[in-house]
Structures are given as C-alpha cells and as structure tokens.
C-alpha cells in the first residue's frame, strides 16, 4: 500500500541546534516533494519543494534532501531557535486524483 | 494581500444540522481544496476542484458536498449524513491544478464542533 511516514511524532532540540526531520515514503514516485510548517491552529504554510533531479535545495536556514533511491527526504533546520517550534509536515502528490498527499506531521519544539 | 479567507474560524453545530463552511480566494488559483484535519491524523481530502463548475471527491467525501460557481469561492457543505463532523477543516488553492509542483496556499482553517 502507499504511504508517506514521519517517522518521529516530536522532537525536542535545544537552542542553537540543528533539527532534522524525516520523511520516506511507500509505492510513490513523486516528481516533487513539499514541505510545510504549521503553528498551532493555523493552515500550513507552504515552505520548500524539492525535484526528484535535486539531491538538495536551502532557503536560508533551512536544507532539504531528497533520494529518490532510499524514497527519503530530509529536513535540517540549522541554528534552531524557539521560533522555529511548530510542527512541520512532507507532502508529495500521489493521491489518486493527483492531489497532495501529507504525512502526519513532525512536532518540533527548540528549548531556549 | 493576496491569500485565502475561510470563515468562520469557529463553529458550533447541532447534530442533524446542516452547515456551510466559506472558502474564498483572491490569488487567481485555478485549483482549490478542502481538507481536514484531526488529532494524530494528517490531512485528508474531503473534495477538489480544478476548474470553475468542476469537482471531484476526495477520499472522504462522504456526508460532505461542495460548489465551484465562482473561481474565487469554494463553500464546503457538512450535511447531517456525516457521523463524525467534529474537526478541524482546511481549505486550500494552488495555481498549478495539483501537479505538485506549486505550494498550496492554504487558509487559516475552520473548527467545527458538533453540540
């Protein structure tokens, strides 16, 4: 069956620290991958997306890889700050209308 | 600003009501997109539609039903078919008609509770 997993449900780093989250997934072959970070009681925001013929792409403080082998894309947050807590979900399109389809998300929390 | 706009941010439902969720863009997405969201679970399509008066079901479609009159509007209906409405629900648009290869712009989300 098809599925996407982040593997860890939290994570609790310490300040200044780099965070990095997972996400593999099962029976895809996505083209993209896209991640995105959510605050409590908000819609995500769209953060980052990755092609499968980039092994790496940054956005100031944060890097994403994506090995289309392991089916695994990694999340760094480097330089962590208590700003950075939310929780952060991977979204590749694989629905079988097309559509996007979201892991269940990464609770990160960075302790000053 | 150009974004999405659902209302209203909190909900309060009688159970055998009806009730209608807003969704409204001004970002010229063609694509737009209910979701919703409960504890532990990620998000999971309830309905999406591509194009104006156009849309197709999600994987929960069940006791929920939608329109697309307008590109700007996508209201989302949960009828007293659905058993379990209590959620959070997430509307989103994308310019790219769900290839994947745009961010979606999602809303700030709906809560509904059933009383």
């Known amino acids: 069956s098809q599925k996407i997993e982040q593997n860890s449900e939290a994570l609790n780093i310490q300040e200044g620290k780099t965070a990095t989250l997972t996400c593999n997934y099962t029976?895809?072959?996505?083209?993209?991958l896209q991640w995105y970070r959510q605050d409590p009681g908000r819609g995500p925001v769209f953060l980052l997306l990755i092609r499968e013929n980039e092994k790496e792409k940054r956005k100031e403080r944060l890097k994403v890889t994506f090995d289309t082998t392991l089916k695994q894309s990694l999340f760094h947050i480097t330089a962590s700050q208590p700003a950075d807590s939310a929780t952060y979900l991977c979204a590749l399109v694989g629905g079988s209308q097309g559509n996007l389809i979201f892991g269940k998300g990464t609770k990160l929390s960075v302790k000053p | 600003d150009g974004g999405i706009t659902q209302s209203p941010k909190y909900l309060f439902r009688k159970e055998g009501q009806n009730v209608t969720l807003s969704c409204e863009q001004n970002l010229n997405h063609d694509a737009m997109y209910w979701y919703r969201q409960d504890p532990g679970q990620g998000l999971r399509l309830i309905y999406y539609?591509?194009?104006?008066?156009?849309?197709q079901k999600g994987d929960i479609a069940e006791g929920y039903s939608v329109s697309r009159e307008k590109k700007e509007s996508f209201p989302l209906t949960v009828t007293s078919a659905q058993k379990n409405p209590t959620a959070f629900y997430l509307c989103?648009?994308?310019?790219?008609?769900?290839?994947?290869?745009?961010?979606?712009?999602f809303g700030s989300g709906t809560r509904l509770t059933v009383v």
């Open positions: 029976n895809y072959s996505p083209a993209y």
């Open positions: 989103a648009s994308s310019p790219d008609r769900g290839q994947g290869y745009d961010g979606y712009t």
């Open positions: 539609s591509q194009i104006v008066n156009d849309f």
